[in-house]
């Protein structure tokens, strides 16, 4: 089972840009679907965005879609969420989280099974 270590949260104005990251443990990275969420204050845990094991597919929420881009390099064991026209909506926790799945189905039907400690994402206006 992997571990997931998150970074490159912090404080930005809105219109600008952060990247995540989230580095794995193990040797299976690459066999996993990973996927990033986020929970604001008072809020539900959402998906923000989700990525297939070789990087093929990918899945955004309506509400990031233009703006944030998920990626992966398994060379590194590293999955990436770049954040650009960041909106005061958009302050949060940020988790990545780990799936056993064998192919990337949309948001509602991913079970994952591994997460991350979070990392904070605040947006001022």
């Known amino acids: 089972q992997v571990q997931l270590i998150e970074s490159g949260g912090g404080l930005v104005q809105a219109g600008g840009s952060l990247r995540l990251s989230c580095a794995a443990s193990g040797r299976t990275f690459s066999s996993y679907v990973m996927g990033w969420f986020r929970q604001a204050p008072g809020k539900e845990r959402e998906s923000v965005a989700a990525i297939s094991q070789r990087g093929a597919f990918r899945n955004y929420a309506d509400s990031v879609k233009g703006r944030f881009t998920i990626s992966r390099d398994n060379a590194k064991n590293t999955v990436y969420l770049q954040m650009n026209s960041l909106k005061p909506e958009d302050t949060a926790v940020y988790y990545c989280?780990?799936?056993?799945?064998?192919?990337?189905?949309?948001?509602?039907?991913?079970?994952?099974?591994?997460w991350g400690q979070g990392t904070q994402v605040t947006v001022s206006s």
């Open positions: 989280a780990a799936s056993g799945a064998q192919r990337l189905l949309p948001p509602g039907l991913m079970k994952y099974d591994t």
